[in-house]
């Protein structure tokens, strides 16, 4: 029987991995949830020895309230759009910093919010391609306000938590030799 997260991946109609350490990562973002909160989740699920093993950790999949203020770009604060986005992450330098999941591997698309209202708005025109989302942690320790940590990224509130995911991308990659990861983002059900 399926972990209820990837029963619903299923019903959507996206690829369910069943591999062992094949990672199924999905983001959940909280309907009408708060700007600039840690309110979301994001989820690992895979087999080990033939067991389902689901991870939830607190974390958000909207931009924090810096950027919905102050866009870095002229058409506005990137928001990912739910949906599937295939071998879009490889390990790389997240800011030059240290090791996150980058956004290397395929496009996304995004709904951009330019009016500066500090809401994020999940609607109207949307962009596709390569534009730095990536899954990476909001610094040492944890965090409750997600501020400048997140541009239009996947952002883990807890450090340790965001360093299990990054350990078991190891996993994946020692097991399978797959050095990509697909990410999932649902909206909350």
Same mark, same amino acid.
């Given at each position: 029987?399926?972990?209820?997260?990837?029963?619903?991946?299923?019903?959507? #109609?996206?690829?369910? %991995?069943?591999g062992? /350490?094949?990672?199924?990562?999905?983001?959940?973002?909280?309907?009408? #949830?708060?700007?600039?909160?840690?309110?979301?989740?994001?989820?690992?699920?895979?087999?080990?020895?033939?067991? $389902?093993?689901?991870? /939830? $950790?607190?974390?958000?999949? =909207?931009?924090?309230? /810096?950027?919905?203020?102050?866009?870095?770009?002229?058409?506005?604060?990137?928001?990912?759009?739910?949906?599937?986005?295939?071998?879009? $992450?490889?390990?790389?330098?997240?800011?030059?910093?240290?090791?996150?999941?980058?956004?290397?591997?395929?496009e996304?698309?995004? $709904?951009?919010?330019?009016n500066? =209202? +500090?809401?994020?708005?999940?609607?109207g025109?949307? =962009?596709?391609? %390569?534009?730095?989302?990536?899954?990476?942690?909001?610094?040492? +320790?944890?965090?409750?306000?997600?501020?400048? &940590?997140?541009a239009?990224?996947?952002?883990?509130?807890?450090?340790? =938590?965001?360093?299990?995911?990054?350990?078991?991308?190891?996993?994946?990659?020692?097991?399978?030799?797959?050095?990509? %990861?697909?990410?999932?983002?649902?909206e909350? &059900?």
């Amino acid at each position: 029987m399926l972990p209820p997260i990837l029963a619903r991946k299923k019903e959507l #109609g996206y690829p369910v %991995f069943d591999g062992q /350490y094949d990672l199924n990562i999905v983001g959940i973002r909280k309907r009408n #949830g708060a700007p600039n909160r840690f309110d979301d989740m994001l989820t690992c699920t895979y087999r080990k020895q033939g067991q $389902w093993i689901a991870h /939830y $950790w607190a974390a958000t999949t =909207d931009p924090g309230q /810096y950027y919905l203020l102050n866009p870095l770009q002229i058409k506005g604060t990137a928001i990912l759009c739910p949906g599937h986005y295939p071998g879009v $992450w490889e390990i790389g330098m997240h800011a030059g910093k240290y090791e996150a999941l980058c956004q290397r591997g395929g496009e996304v698309t995004v $709904w951009r919010d330019a009016n500066r =209202d +500090g809401q994020a708005d999940m609607n109207g025109p949307t =962009d596709t391609g %390569f534009f730095g989302i990536n899954c990476h942690k909001s610094g040492s +320790g944890s965090s409750t306000a997600v501020n400048r &940590w997140s541009a239009g990224c996947q952002v883990f509130a807890n450090e340790s =938590d965001f360093e299990e995911l990054m350990r078991l991308a190891r996993m994946q990659i020692a097991t399978l030799y797959f050095e990509s %990861f697909s990410y999932t983002l649902l909206e909350e &059900w």
